[in-house]
């Protein structure tokens, strides 16, 4: 059996998001939606929050299924037996950084491997900074978040404003 993982904060989770993991829910028999938590980083959204949003928007995919963690990546991938993790690129920045996560991660773990997959053009700008960002200000933030949480993560976004 062929498991990936695809890990991030998802804060809040994206259509761009969404899409990386339909196309590598494909490419696969299982894939582990692997919502991360970071002690030193401030979210919008609570870890149960986003795990939640994650597994209301892959709902209705058989092979996904959403893990919440607060642990190292490289110790989450060793326990599910994953063969690699999947990430989405955006630009020659994203490449970057994910191939030095990666070496690092490989560091701690000589098997793990990464799967790149290139965000859709239409969908390349989006991120969970410009979502938040957009939203906070009362901007339409429709064509960024899958319609199942837009009135949740509206709903957050538009309090921080008040």
């Keep these: ?9 998802f804060d ?7 899409d990386i993991a339909r196309r590598a829910a494909r490419i ?12 030193h980083k ?22 996904v299924e ?19 993790v999947v990430r989405g690129i955006r630009s020659e920045s994203d490449f970057r950084y994910e191939a030095e996560m990666s070496l690092a991660n490989r560091m701690l773990y000589p ?6 997959l290139p965000c859709r053009d239409d969908l390349s700008l989006v991120s969970s900074s410009m979502v938040k960002e957009v939203g906070r200000y009362g901007g339409d933030i429709s064509a ?3 319609t199942e949480i837009l009135e949740t993560v509206n709903d957050r976004l538009r309090k921080g404003r008040n």
């Excluded at 809040?12 to 969404?18: A, K, N, S, V």
């Excluded at 696969?28 to 002690?39: E, G, I, P, R, S």
């Design 1 to 9: 059996m062929t498991s990936l993982i695809f890990p991030g904060s």
């Design 12 to 18: 809040p989770l994206t259509r761009g998001h969404r």
């Design 28 to 39: 696969c028999d299982k894939l582990y939606f692997a919502v991360m938590n970071n002690d």
């Design 42 to 63: 401030e979210y919008t959204f609570t870890l149960e929050e986003r795990v939640n949003m994650a597994k209301t928007v892959f709902a209705d995919y058989a092979n």
């Design 66 to 84: 959403v893990i919440g963690s607060n642990g190292l990546l490289v110790d989450i991938y060793k326990n599910l037996g994953c063969n690699a």
């Design 111 to 116: 098997e793990y491997d990464v799967v790149l």
């Design 144 to 146: 960024m978040i899958p």
